[in-house]
């Protein structure tokens, strides 16, 4: 009987920080399955695994330049695919239900950082010998790491078991292109157990 006491008295502070974990899917910058769990009342985690988008042309041929497979390597053209996109993140929540007079569900606001890895895969065309003309291929793994910051906001329907969200923010790389900056956003649903 002592053990089933003690047992309750530990377990009560866990009761308090109970809240709904969602998994479920966000479109847009990178498009990513999202799994999303509280650890108080304000605050959560939350784990991204899904296809992270490209930079922009400019981007890869700056890369070429700046790490050539020889020194006289001159660039001709690039392709890219869409590679893996990973993200850690831990957010901060206010309700803000009552600001807007709703009465069915809630809607909480949000800001948080986290830590993000992208790849994507590059085929470099380019040319040794300008004269002959004779083209050469590369392909390499562009693998960019760095934090993000973002804010967002998510409503909890009262008689379904899901969420909707929607978000924006910034990643930072700091391997690859130290201090090169991407837009991200994206919105999405979550089903909740």
Do not use: C, W
């Not at 006289?72 to 831990?90: P, Q």
């Amino acid at each position: 009987m002592k053990f089933k006491i003690l047992a309750i008295i530990l377990f009560i502070p866990f009761l308090s920080i109970a809240q709904e974990r969602g998994i479920g899917i966000r479109i847009g910058e990178p498009f990513s399955i999202t799994y999303k769990d509280f650890i108080s009342d304000y605050i959560s985690i939350e784990g991204m695994i899904g296809s992270a988008g490209v930079n922009g042309a400019s981007y890869y041929q700056r890369d070429f330049t700046n790490n050539p497979p020889t020194t006289n390597s001159f660039y001709i053209g690039h392709s890219v695919k869409k590679g893996l996109s990973l993200n850690a993140r831990a957010a901060y929540h206010e309700d803000f239900t009552d600001s807007f007079g709703i009465t069915q569900g809630y809607l909480l606001a949000y800001g948080g950082a986290g830590l993000q890895l992208r790849t994507t895969r590059v085929n470099y065309t380019y040319t040794v010998d300008q004269i002959s003309g004779a083209t050469q291929m590369e392909e390499r793994v562009n693998a960019d790491f760095g934090p993000e910051a973002f804010i967002g906001s998510e409503y909890y329907f009262s008689d379904l078991p899901m969420n909707v969200f929607a978000e924006f923010g910034l990643f930072v790389e700091l391997l690859d292109r130290v201090g090169h900056m991407k837009a991200q956003g994206g919105v999405g649903v979550r089903y909740l157990f």
